[in-house]
């Protein structure tokens, strides 16, 4: 899994990057092997004014799927990740999950048709 860091309107420090690609990899672990890349950006939205404005945004690309996006917005960046990460890590989990259930009802279908065609020729 490659692990993109993009900070907007702030500069990117050490600490910060490491937090990420730590968090990340506790919210993603199991998950892994089916990742290709998280592409991060880290944004203030209001710059020194304050308020709620530091935003997270994930972007995780699955192979051969539809990419997952999260976005959160919090007044502290370590929460906005903290919550983006969550919210990834199940979103990731709900999609991968129904990805194995269409692929076992895929081939179940599929072999219903045969067993039509088999009872009809008895």
């Known amino acids: 899994m490659q692990i993109d860091i993009q900070a907007r309107d702030f500069s990117l420090t050490e600490a910060l990057k490491n937090y990420v690609e730590l968090r990340l990899g506790y919210a993603l672990n199991t ?4 990742i290709k890349r998280v592409l ?9 004014r304050g308020g709620n404005d530091k935003c ?8 051969g799927q ?10 502290n960046l370590y929460a906005a990740i903290d919550r983006a990460a969550d919210r990834a890590s199940h979103a990731v989990s709900r999609k991968l999950a129904r990805l194995q259930r269409s692929k076992r009802g895929r081939s179940f279908t599929g072999a219903m048709p045969q067993l039509l065609l088999n009872e009809q020729n008895l």
Request: with cysteine; proline share 6%; glycine share 4%.
């Open 56 to 63: 997270c945004q994930l972007h995780v690309v699955l192979p």
């Open 40 to 48: 991060v950006r880290l944004s203030d939205i209001n710059g020194p």
């Open 31 to 34: 998950r892994y092997d089916r």
């Open 66 to 75: 539809a990419d997952v996006v999260i976005a959160d917005t919090q007044s």
